[in-house]
């Protein structure tokens, strides 16, 4: 432990050949954007992609890495389209929709023989238990996923916000966030075909050029607890297993 927290281990993990493998980050917070679940469709779930991250997901786990999930719910709604909804009423009704897809995820696991755990900070008695760090770190370490529901439980944070909590909460070596774009660019790069992508990035500089990695609280929540970030292109799931044996793919934000 260095300032209370854990120091990132490295691990080695043998191929079918025996030969030994170098992997970076054995406890992982892997964000998903609620859009990447609805597949073509654009809204809802679309089981088959649920499927194809909980297989990714099983292989972390079978490869040694302790994996907690923050899910947001954008695929069921988006509270900035809301309209003249109160904004309280809103986030909650997105903190339900984070709810959903994480009944889902946690399904999809359990069906492939992962052992996984769902908490949850809305109180749901009955879908999972309530949001505790000691007790989602114990089961990190007896080798359950765990799948944190309900954003922060508040209104007015987004499930980037939760992502950086629960990582603090949990010790995570890092944030994975999956994206629809390969990395952090100076501008948008659906607009601009100048946009330039960075390899590696602080907190600092992402809160001063605006840059919309995060929302800014998060942003600042990670630099404050010395949190790791890689955003990276989620339409290979497969890098999700690359990003985490620590290839260089996407932006390292720290």
Same mark, same amino acid.
């Given at each position: 432990?260095?300032?209370?927290?854990?120091?990132?281990?490295?691990? #080695?993990? &043998?191929?079918? &050949?025996?030969?030994?493998?170098?992997?970076?980050?054995?406890?992982?917070?892997?964000?998903?954007?609620?859009? #990447?679940?609805?597949?073509?469709?654009?809204?809802?779930?679309?089981?088959?992609?649920?499927?194809?991250?909980?297989?990714?997901?099983?292989?972390?786990?079978?490869?040694?890495?302790?994996?907690?999930?923050?899910?947001?719910?954008?695929?069921?709604?988006?509270?900035?389209? &809301?309209?003249?909804?109160?904004?309280?009423?809103? /986030?909650?009704?997105?903190?339900?929709?984070?709810?959903?897809?994480?009944?889902?995820?946690?399904?999809?696991?359990?069906?492939?023989?992962?052992?996984?755990?769902?908490?949850?900070?809305?109180?749901?008695?009955?879908?999972?238990?309530?949001?505790?760090?000691?007790?989602?770190?114990?089961?990190?370490?007896?080798?359950?996923?765990?799948?944190?529901?309900?954003?922060?439980?508040?209104?007015?944070?987004?499930?980037? #916000?939760?992502?950086?909590?629960?990582?603090?909460?949990?010790?995570?070596?890092?944030?994975?966030?999956?994206?629809?774009?390969?990395?952090?660019? /100076?501008?948008?790069?659906?607009?601009?075909?100048?946009?330039?992508?960075?390899?590696?990035?602080?907190?600092?500089?992402?809160?001063?050029?605006?840059?919309?990695?995060?929302?800014?609280?998060?942003?600042?929540?990670?630099?404050?607890?010395?949190?790791?970030?890689?955003?990276?292109?989620?339409?290979?799931?497969?890098?999700?297993?690359?990003?985490?044996?620590?290839?260089?793919?996407?932006?390292?934000?720290?």
């Amino acid at each position: 432990m260095i300032g209370g927290r854990r120091l990132c281990a490295t691990l #080695s993990v &043998s191929d079918a &050949s025996g030969v030994q493998k170098r992997m970076e980050y054995r406890r992982l917070l892997l964000k998903i954007s609620g859009e #990447s679940l609805a597949g073509d469709s654009k809204r809802g779930i679309d089981s088959s992609v649920v499927d194809e991250y909980a297989s990714i997901i099983a292989r972390l786990a079978d490869r040694g890495h302790e994996v907690g999930i923050v899910i947001g719910g954008g695929n069921f709604w988006r509270g900035r389209t &809301s309209g003249e909804m109160d904004r309280v009423a809103a /986030d909650r009704i997105g903190m339900l929709a984070t709810v959903m897809n994480s009944i889902a995820m946690t399904e999809a696991l359990t069906r492939l023989g992962c052992k996984a755990h769902l908490m949850t900070a809305v109180p749901m008695p009955t879908v999972g238990d309530p949001i505790d760090g000691i007790k989602a770190k114990r089961y990190l370490r007896e080798g359950s996923v765990v799948v944190f529901a309900g954003g922060t439980g508040n209104p007015f944070f987004s499930t980037d #916000s939760a992502a950086a909590l629960r990582a603090a909460e949990i010790d995570a070596d890092i944030i994975l966030k999956a994206t629809l774009v390969d990395g952090v660019y /100076d501008k948008d790069p659906n607009i601009h075909d100048d946009a330039v992508m960075f390899k590696e990035l602080s907190f600092d500089e992402v809160l001063e050029r605006r840059l919309g990695v995060m929302d800014a609280t998060a942003a600042a929540l990670c630099r404050d607890y010395r949190q790791k970030v890689v955003v990276f292109n989620s339409a290979d799931l497969e890098n999700i297993i690359s990003v985490a044996a620590g290839e260089p793919i996407g932006t390292l934000v720290r």
